[in-house]
């Protein structure tokens, strides 16, 4: 799989989680903090990544 698919996968899977997490919260569900934090790292990362790529001139998520 090319890095920028696996990137652009990454991304809307966290995006997705984010927005289940907050609707689990909006309707008073609990959310683990454990998946709560291990998703904010991971997208802090991928951020990290994706600057990184830039700076360097390359597309997000482009190997």
Known sequence: MPL????????ATLNA?????ATN??????????AAAT???????LDT???IAL???AEPGAA
Request: charged share 15%; net charge positive.
């Open 4 to 11: 920028q698919v696996l990137h652009f996968a990454i991304v």
């Open 17 to 21: 989680l984010g927005a289940r997490t």
């Open 25 to 34: 919260r909006r309707l008073g569900l609990g959310v683990a903090s454990t």
């Open 39 to 45: 998703a904010l790292d991971a997208g802090s990362r």
């Open 49 to 51: 990544l994706s600057t």
């Open 55 to 57: 700076n360097r001139g």
